[in-house]
C-alpha cells in the first residue's frame, strides 16, 4: 500500500484564490511527521510546514496551513491568496518513528500535485 | 555555502559507463541523504548518513550504487556499469542534526539530473 497518497495530478487556481492540496498517510506508528514541500521548475525541494503527529493545533506558516485530520489521516495542504510564484509541483511526505525511539530518518514521497495558478 | 551545492547538474552517460554525482551539504550539518526522483514520481530514499557513518542504505536499487561521505561533509554517489533505468533525478539534502529527528528540516539541492543513453 501507498504510504503517502496524493490523488491530484494537477491543480488549477485563480490568481488570489485559496487552493487545497490533498494528502492521505498511511502508517501504524503513533509518532511521526508530516512535510509538505515544494518543487519548481529549478528542481530543488522547498521546505513549507511541518505537522507533527502530536502536535494538537494544525499548523501555520505564512500563507500555507496544514488541515491535519488525525483519525482520517490526512494532511491537506491550504494555500491562501494564491500567486503566480506558486505553480508548481507540491509533495506531501511522512517520517515515521520506529518504536524503540531511534527515529526514522528518511521521507516518504507521494507522487506529487501539479499547481498552476492562472492570472 | 548558503545551501546544499550538487554537480553536476547535468550528465549524459552511455550505458555501461560509471558517473560520479557530487553533494556539498551545507556547512555544519550531521544528516546527509541522497533521494532518486524517476521522471514524474517524488522522491525516493537511497542512503542516509550521519556525519561520515552511513547508518542506511536500505533504498539503494543495487550493488552498482555506492555512496560514501569520507570526512563528514563532502558526499559522492557513484553508480557503476551504468543502466538504461537508472535515468532520473538525483537529489541530495542535508540537515542539522539527527536530535529532533521528527520536525528537523531537510534542505535540498537542485539535483543532478542523470540520462543515460
Known amino acids: 500500500a501507498q504510504k503517502i497518497t496524493q490523488t491530484q495530478p494537477g491543480m488549477f487556481v485563480q490568481e488570489k484564490e485559496a487552493v487545497t492540496l490533498d494528502c492521505t498517510y498511511d502508517?501504524?506508528?503513533?509518532?511521526?511527521?508530516l512535510f509538505w514541500y515544494k518543487q519548481p521548475s529549478s528542481g530543488e525541494m522547498i521546505f513549507l510546514i511541518y505537522?507533527?503527529?502530536?502536535?494538537?493545533q494544525n499548523a501555520t506558516e505564512g500563507r500555507y496551513s496544514l488541515n491535519f485530520q488525525k483519525a482520517r489521516k490526512s494532511a491537506n495542504l491550504v494555500i491562501s491568496a494564491s500567486q503566480l510564484g506558486d505553480s508548481a509541483m507540491y509533495f506531501c511526505?511522512?517520517?515515521?518513528?520506529?518504536?524503540?525511539?531511534?527515529?526514522?530518518?528518511?521521507?516518504?514521497f507521494g507522487k506529487g500535485t501539479k499547481l498552476s495558478v492562472i492570472p | 555555502g548558503a545551501g546544499v551545492s550538487q554537480s553536476p547538474r547535468y550528465k549524459v552517460a552511455k550505458r555501461g559507463q560509471d558517473v560520479a554525482l557530487r553533494c556539498d551539504p551545507i556547512?555544519?550539518?550531521?544528516?546527509l541523504f541522497w533521494y532518486q526522483q524517476a521522471l514524474g514520481q517524488g522522491p525516493e530514499f537511497l542512503t542516509y548518513?550521519?556525519?561520515?557513518?552511513?547508518?542506511?542504505k536500505s533504498g539503494l536499487p543495487s550493488d552498482r550504487f555506492f555512496a560514501e561521505r569520507p570526512e563528514g561533509s563532502v558526499s559522492t554517489l557513484k553508480i557503476q556499469r551504468t543502466q538504461q533505468e537508472d535515468s532520473a533525478v538525483y537529489l541530495c539534502?542535508?540537515?542539522?542534526?539527527?536530535?529532533?529527528?521528527?520536525?528537523?528540516?531537510?534542505?535540498f539541492g537542485q539535483g543532478t539530473r542523470l540520462t543515460v543513453v
Open positions: 511526505a511522512m517520517r515515521e518513528g520506529r518504536g524503540s525511539g531511534a527515529g526514522s530518518y528518511q521521507l516518504t
Open positions: 505537522q507533527g503527529s502530536y502536535d494538537e
Open positions: 556547512s555544519g550539518h550531521v544528516s
Open positions: 548518513f550521519q556525519n561520515e557513518a552511513q547508518l542506511d
Open positions: 539534502a542535508s540537515s542539522l542534526s539527527s536530535a529532533g529527528w521528527r520536525n528537523t528540516e531537510a534542505f
Open positions: 502508517t501504524s506508528d503513533q509518532s511521526y511527521g
